[in-house]
Every structure is written in structure tokens, then in C-alpha cells.
């Protein structure tokens, strides 16, 4: 039960926060064609990363709420392309525009989604140790992956981009 009301917890502050993302992008955009910024949004903190989720990775599933249980995705680098990770219960058989939920239980990193392939469209960000299900956003809708630090840019082993 604290696990469903956790979840929910996390669609709400999603949408909260994906809310304001249109006027902030086209702020932030820094002359970035085809690139759009947004706001940082934070996901539901768990106990612990969902079964099959493992250590230092970023984790995400084709249905809501985790499922199927025990078999995510899992990449632990940037990917500007998530076509070429096959799914066979995936439309086209693959992970882009796929993902429902999602985990991130990186080491050290926040990982970051888009919306567009080679780290274009519309940027989100999943803190270590939270996950949820995607907002309208990016349901169903994300091609390729990066990483960040806590404030927002990048390091030596957080190589970006980032929105």
C-alpha cells in the first residue's frame, strides 16, 4: 500500500511540475536548435530500486508502476539512440518511445531523458534513488539518455548534455 500511494505521490508531482516546462524551455533554449530545455522534475524516493534494477544503472519499463516486474531495461551510459536496444514487447520491437516507468540507481549521476534522439526534444530529469511513472511528457515517448550532476551541468563521469 505505501508503495501505491508513493507512485501516485509521484504522477502528481510529475504533472505539478511538468506544468510549467513550455515557458521555461523556450527560456532556457540557448539557441540550441531542435533542442528544448526543461525543468528539473523529481520522482518518487523508494526504499529501494525495483526488482532487476541494478546497481548504478538507469532502469525503465514498458508499463506503469515497474512492470513487467524483474525485467527492465537497464543502461548505465549516454545513448543517443534508443532504437538499437531491442524489446520484443515493444512497438517496432525495440525501446524507443517505449518507456513507462522508470528508475534511476546510479552511483553517482542524475540521468537524463529526451524525448528526441541524440539528446534533442524535450530534456527531464530522474534523481538517484527515485522513479515513477512517466508523466504525459515523456510516456511512451523517450529515444535517447544522458547524465548530469545534482546542480544541473555536468562532470568528468557525468558527461551530459544536459537541458
Given at each position: 500500500m505505501r508503495r501505491i500511494l508513493a507512485m501516485i505521490a509521484g504522477v502528481v508531482?510529475?504533472?505539478?511540475?511538468?506544468a510549467g516546462t513550455s515557458a521555461a524551455s523556450s527560456a532556457n533554449n540557448s539557441g540550441k536548435q531542435g533542442q528544448v530545455?526543461?525543468?528539473?522534475?523529481?520522482?518518487?524516493?523508494?526504499a529501494a530500486a525495483p526488482a532487476g534494477c541494478g546497481s548504478g544503472n538507469f532502469c525503465f519499463w514498458p508499463n506503469a508502476n515497474y512492470s513487467p516486474a524483474g525485467n527492465p531495461g537497464e543502461l548505465s551510459g549516454r545513448n543517443a539512440d534508443?532504437?538499437?536496444?531491442?524489446?520484443?514487447?515493444?512497438?517496432?520491437?525495440?525501446?524507443?518511445?517505449?518507456a513507462t516507468s522508470d528508475y534511476?540507481?546510479?552511483?553517482?549521476?542524475?540521468?537524463?531523458?529526451?524525448?528526441?534522439?541524440?539528446?534533442?526534444g524535450t530534456g527531464g530529469w530522474i534523481y538517484r534513488g527515485t522513479g515513477g511513472n512517466f508523466s504525459s511528457t515523456f510516456n511512451n515517448a523517450v529515444s535517447s539518455n544522458s547524465w548530469g550532476t545534482a546542480s544541473g551541468g555536468t562532470s568528468s563521469s557525468c558527461g551530459g548534455p544536459v537541458p
Open positions: 508531482l510529475l504533472l505539478g511540475a511538468m530545455s526543461a525543468t528539473a522534475f523529481k520522482s518518487v524516493k523508494i534508443w532504437a538499437i536496444f531491442s524489446r520484443g514487447d515493444c512497438p517496432n520491437d525495440n525501446w524507443d518511445n517505449c534511476n540507481n546510479g552511483n553517482s549521476c542524475e540521468a537524463v531523458v529526451w524525448t528526441g534522439k541524440s539528446y534533442t
